[in-house]
Structures are given as C-alpha cells and as structure tokens.
C-alpha cells in the first residue's frame, strides 16, 4: 500500500521558518519526480515545488522562488520542503505528491498524495 505522509507544520509568525517533510512508503519513488502542492482556504490546489529523481533539479512557483527550498534523499524515501521568509499568504495546508506524466506544476499529473499538514502564518 503506497503512503505518503506529511509533517512539520504547525503556526509561526511572519518571518519565521519551518521544515516540511514528507516520507513515502509501500513502493520505491527514487526515480519518480515528486512535488509540493497548497491549498488555502476557500481556494483551489496550487503547485509550489518539485523536484526530479535525475540530478534533483528543482522547479518552484513564483510566489515561492528565493524562500523555499525543496529537497530529497533517496536513501531515507523522505522530501523536504525548507520554507523561509513565511509569510500570511503561505498559510494552507501543504501536501507531498508523486508524479507520474505532464507538467510538473499542474495537480493533474499527480496520482499519489499525502494527506497534507497545516501551515499557519500569524502576521
């Protein structure tokens, strides 16, 4: 059974800085790339991140460009999201996905996601 699951989040103030991570399980994903998504409320899944199993190249959402930082070993089955300079906007519920076929920033080239982890920024 393929799981993936989310932690880290929590409530920080603006400004401040938090570590997500998200550890897979019931299948190897060392090849596949894998991605970072948010959902605020009352709006629709955004793409933030992802990152290739080839040489870890790294594709984020602007919003995000030069505060987060995705990453991933293989060996432990586990990717992170570094996220720094937090701001109100980025308040959501952050989910770890697989990717399996399309662009890397649209939800529906995902077939495997976590449950996701809240993330609260206080101004």
């Known amino acids: 059974q393929v799981q993936l699951v989310e932690s880290g989040g929590g409530l920080v103030q603006a400004g401040g800085s938090l570590r997500l991570s998200c550890a897979t399980s019931g299948r190897t994903f060392s090849r596949d790339t894998m991605g970072w998504f948010r959902q605020a409320p009352g709006k629709g899944r955004e793409f933030v991140a992802a990152?290739?199993?080839?040489?870890?190249?790294?594709y984020y959402a602007d919003s995000v460009k030069g505060r987060f930082t995705i990453t991933r070993d293989n060996t432990k089955s586990m990717m992170y999201l570094q996220m720094n300079s937090l701001k109100p906007e980025d308040t959501a519920v952050y989910s770890c996905?697989?990717?399996?076929?399309?662009?890397?920033?649209?939800?529906?080239?995902?077939?495997?996601w976590g449950q996701g982890t809240q993330v609260t920024v206080s101004s």
């Open positions: 996905a697989v990717h399996y076929a399309g662009s890397y920033y649209a939800t529906t080239s995902y077939n495997y």
């Open positions: 990152i290739t199993w080839i040489g870890g190249t790294a």
